[in-house]
């Protein structure tokens, strides 16, 4: 008896220690790219055009929920057949970057509520080797998405809730600012900008990186963000280091800035040279513009390249929500890595784009096929 109660005691010690360091390994853990924004639950469904006049909608858009909106999430559960995706579009970028990147590489901070939504989420990107710091909150639900899919078009319709409760002071914690000093490059969406929290937890980290010499990305999300939250995007805008959006993005923000042009190279380059603080990084600017070639400028050389696309056959294509974020992620992925030839990186975007259009929704397979450049 006194053996087995010796072997219980050994073991329970044994334990003990195990998860002593399994703790400390996680806690000392450095996460080369740190990725914020608003996770949400993507709730997707092939609508029809009635469906979009209904609710005062465009095909291929992205806008925050009105009141006028709120039915909308009921009835395409009720009278649709719907995908659940772990979405927020920051989050899946950062999943794509980290499916080609080392483990343990990538983390996401937002905030989420302590529902089965949010348990769904983290399960979800778990699976995709993305570490998760979600902030907690109780007083509202985890935020969703609309997403209706029509033909290759998709309409984005998003209910914060959750999402937009985030908080610098739960940033600035020291367990979790900790991540953002270890980490040595950040992507942050433009969605994050909507709200008070997101918007000062991004000052924050870009300031960070600015005065520590690291790599800070942003993207423009969506054109509403240039015409309702200009100021937050101004303000934010020197830190840059690299500059993502799509065509209609990029052209609103040269729209809402008053320049007189819609030619995506002049922005480009425009982007590329407007005033930045670490002078010692040049930016990118990189427009992504669907089928077409992708747009890249360059302040440092001042010159402006294209980068064509992987063609792929209309019959192929399953759904194309979600390519601009795999597009990033597979450009981030390749960049985290090292690799500066922005050359190589759109090709990543490429390639990791033209995986997620061949699938329901921005997923990515299980089983993780390197990166072959053309």
Request: aromatic share 10%; glycine share 6%; with cysteine.
């Amino acid at each position: 008896m006194e053996a087995a109660t010796q072997d219980t005691s050994d073991f329970i010690s044994s334990l003990i220690s195990d998860t002593i360091v399994v703790f400390y390994t996680l806690s000392k853990m450095s996460y080369q790219l740190l990725a914020m924004e608003n996770p949400l639950l993507d709730i997707q469904v092939h609508a029809n055009e009635e469906l979009l006049k209904k609710y005062d909608l465009l095909a291929n858009n992205a806008i925050l929920a009105e009141e006028k909106h709120k039915p909308l999430y009921t009835e395409i559960v009720k009278d649709y057949e719907v995908v659940y995706v772990a979405g927020g579009a920051s989050q899946n970028t950062a999943r794509g970057a980290q499916y080609l990147l080392p483990p343990n590489s990538t983390i996401y901070l937002g905030a989420v509520s302590d529902d089965h939504f949010a348990d769904q989420m983290k399960k979800a990107a778990a699976r995709d080797g993305l570490r998760t710091e979600y902030q907690i909150v109780k007083e509202v639900p985890t935020g969703t998405c609309a997403v209706l899919v029509t033909g290759h078009h998709r309409s984005l319709v998003a209910n914060l809730s959750a999402a937009e409760k985030f908080t610098l002071e739960y940033l600035l914690t020291p367990s979790v600012w900790k991540h953002v000093e270890n980490a040595k490059y950040f992507y942050i969406g433009g969605f994050f900008l909507t709200h008070s929290g997101g918007a000062a937890a991004t000052i924050e980290v870009a300031k960070h990186a600015s005065t520590t010499d690291k790599v800070f990305a942003l993207n423009l999300s969506a054109p509403f963000i240039s015409q309702v939250f200009k100021n937050q995007l101004d303000a934010v805008l020197p830190y840059v280091d690299i500059l993502f959006g799509n065509e209609d993005e990029a052209r609103t923000y040269a729209s809402t800035s008053g320049w007189e042009t819609t030619d995506l190279k002049e922005i480009a380059l425009r982007v590329a040279n407007s005033p930045k603080i670490n002078a010692a990084r040049a930016r990118v600017v990189v427009i992504t513009h669907g089928a077409q070639d992708t747009i890249v400028g360059l302040a440092a050389t001042q010159t402006v390249k294209t980068y064509p696309i992987i063609k792929i056959a209309e019959k192929d294509i399953v759904d194309t929500n979600g390519a601009g974020d795999a597009f990033v992620g597979g450009f981030l992925g390749l960049y985290v890595q090292g690799v500066e030839n922005i050359e190589r990186c759109v090709a990543a975007g490429h390639w990791l784009a033209n995986i997620v259009i061949q699938r329901v929704g921005p997923t990515y397979p299980e089983e993780r096929k390197p990166f072959v450049e053309a």
